[in-house]
């Protein structure tokens, strides 16, 4: 492979859950057709609301959940079936770090059974003195020091930002080419979360692995990541280099993330400062037509009901081309072009005789 071709790829992902409504069968789009690369020494952050997808494109991503359709392809060749050798190998090559630390760990074996453990199935046979000095390494990796003594620990003994860094060292273990990070620092103190932050992209910058941030926080994205795909209703809405995202941001549903997070010195992006949210997410059980975000959109025209849009070039830079998925930005005669196919359809010319 070529230093700049994916380690990681989604090609098309969907994922739909089939629920049952009081005696009514209906499917969830939680994600619906999203196209996702992971480079290798750079750091790619997916942010949006609750229920946006998020955690579910990372779930896919780690093969704990299959995709409806679309293709996964990692080191560019197609993933298989979860099943045999091949699958065990993706799964030593992609690693998960998990949202909740408390949840993630066994309380009733130590510290150093929780990263001895991946060590045992994934690895080749160790002597246990092998084993204890591969786990004393990848403590002090996650600057946890004295590793002797952490070793030992069981979870009930670290705090939050400790049991994170145990956790971070487990999914080192297997030496990955994928790390997925499922918003790694929400539930940890403020005071903490940077130091969590900087650990990780000392992983993927210097380390050189490939790293998907999931987050809420497009504020710690900018800060934190080379490239911002942001998501809304089970779709990608706008992606870019993070620098032009957060600072130019083309989609209407970016601009309100941003203009949501405090900030005394900014006034409002949309309407001069008075943008209001208009209504709740919407229910992916019976997802909007057209564009998903339309109905809570303040610049919506009608060919946004009707038709979703494909992604428009609004710009590059930094070798990466910065997109949004608006009709705002589709030329003047891809416009003309849908708005002429959106009368068609509403009225439909009709033949035959008298």
């Not at 690895?123 to 591969?134: D, Q, T």
Request: with cysteine.
């Amino acid at each position: 492979m070529r230093p700049d071709d994916p380690v990681l790829e989604a090609r098309d992902v969907s994922r739909h859950y089939p629920v049952r409504h009081v005696g009514r069968r209906g499917v969830v789009h939680a994600v619906d057709d999203v196209s996702l690369a992971l480079f290798r020494g750079r750091i790619t952050a997916v942010v949006g609301e609750s229920g946006s997808g998020k955690s579910t494109i990372a779930r896919v991503l780690a093969r704990l959940e299959p995709p409806t359709s679309g293709e996964l392809r990692l080191d560019g060749e197609p993933v298989g079936k979860p099943r045999g050798q091949a699958f065990r190998k993706y799964l030593g090559q992609v690693q998960m770090i998990f949202q909740d630390p408390f949840a993630s760990l066994n309380p009733i074996h130590t510290v150093e059974h929780h990263i001895a453990r991946p060590l045992k199935l994934h690895g080749p046979p160790r002597s246990k003195a092998e084993v204890h000095a591969e786990v004393l390494a990848l403590l002090e990796r996650v600057s946890l020091t004295p590793a002797e003594q952490f070793a030992r620990k069981r979870p009930h003994e670290l705090s939050g930002g400790q049991r994170q860094r145990v956790s971070i060292a487990r999914a080192l273990a297997v030496r990955p080419e994928v790390l997925l990070a499922d918003e790694p620092v929400s539930m940890l103190d403020v005071s903490i979360r940077l130091g969590v932050l900087n650990l990780l992209q000392r992983l993927g910058h210097d380390d050189g692995l490939a790293l998907l941030y999931i987050t809420h926080d497009i504020a710690s994205a900018r800060y934190f990541a080379d490239s911002v795909q942001v998501m809304y209703a089970g779709r990608l809405v706008e992606g870019g280099p993070a620098e032009a995202v957060t600072q130019e941001p083309a989609h209407p549903y970016t601009r309100l993330l941003i203009d949501s997070a405090p900030d005394p010195d900014r006034r409002g992006v949309l309407d001069g400062g008075r943008a209001e949210r208009l209504g709740e997410a919407p229910d992916l059980s019976d997802p909007p037509s057209g564009c998903r975000f339309h109905p809570r959109c303040p610049l919506a025209m009608p060919v946004c009901e009707e038709k979703a849009p494909p992604k428009f070039s609004v710009g590059g830079g930094a070798g990466e081309e910065h997109w949004a998925a608006c009709w705002l930005h589709a030329p003047e005669e891809q416009q003309e072009q849908a708005q002429e196919q959106e009368a068609q359809d509403q009225h439909p010319m009709t033949t035959g005789r008298r």
